[in-house]
C-alpha cells in the first residue's frame, strides 16, 4: 500500500517562510518524480514545483519561482517544500504527489499516488 503523509502547514504572516513534507512509503522512493500542487477554494488544482528522480531536474511554476524550493532526500523516502517570502495568494490546501514517468510532469493526471492535503494560511 502507498502512502504520502504530508506534515507542516498553519497559519503564517505574509513575508514568513514555511517548510512542508512528505513522506512516502509502499513505493522505490528514488524511482520516483515527485511533485507539489495547491488547490485554493473556489479554483482548480494548481501546479506548483516537480522534481526528478536523482534530483537532476527541479520546474517550478511562475507563480512561486524564486520563493519556493523544492528538495529531496532518499535515505529518508521525503520530498520537501520550502516556501519563502510567502503571500496572501499562496493560502491553499497543498498536496504532494508521486510519478513514475521520466520526464517532466506539470499536469495533475500525470501523477499516479497523492497524499492527503495540508492546509497553507497566509495573513496580509
Known amino acids: 500500500q502507498v502512502q504520502l503523509v504530508k506534515s507542516g502547514g498553519g497559519l503564517v504572516q505574509a513575508g514568513e517562510s514555511l517548510r512542508l513534507s512528505c513522506a512516502a512509503s509502499?513505493?522505490?522512493?528514488?524511482?520516483?518524480?515527485m511533485a507539489w500542487f495547491r488547490q485554493a477554494p473556489g479554483k482548480e488544482r494548481e501546479f506548483v514545483a516537480t522534481i526528478s528522480r536523482g534530483a537532476t531536474n527541479t520546474f517550478y511554476s511562475d507563480s512561486v519561482n524564486g520563493r519556493f524550493t523544492i528538495s529531496r532526500d532518499d535515505g529518508k523516502n521525503t520530498v520537501y517544500l520550502h516556501m519563502n517570502s510567502l503571500r496572501p495568494e499562496d493560502t491553499a490546501v497543498y498536496y504532494c504527489a508521486a510519478t513514475a514517468g521520466w520526464s517532466t510532469q506539470t499536469g495533475p493526471t500525470d501523477y499516479n499516488y497523492w497524499g492527503q492535503g495540508t492546509q497553507v494560511t497566509v495573513s496580509s
Open positions: 509502499g513505493l522505490t522512493f528514488n524511482t520516483y518524480r
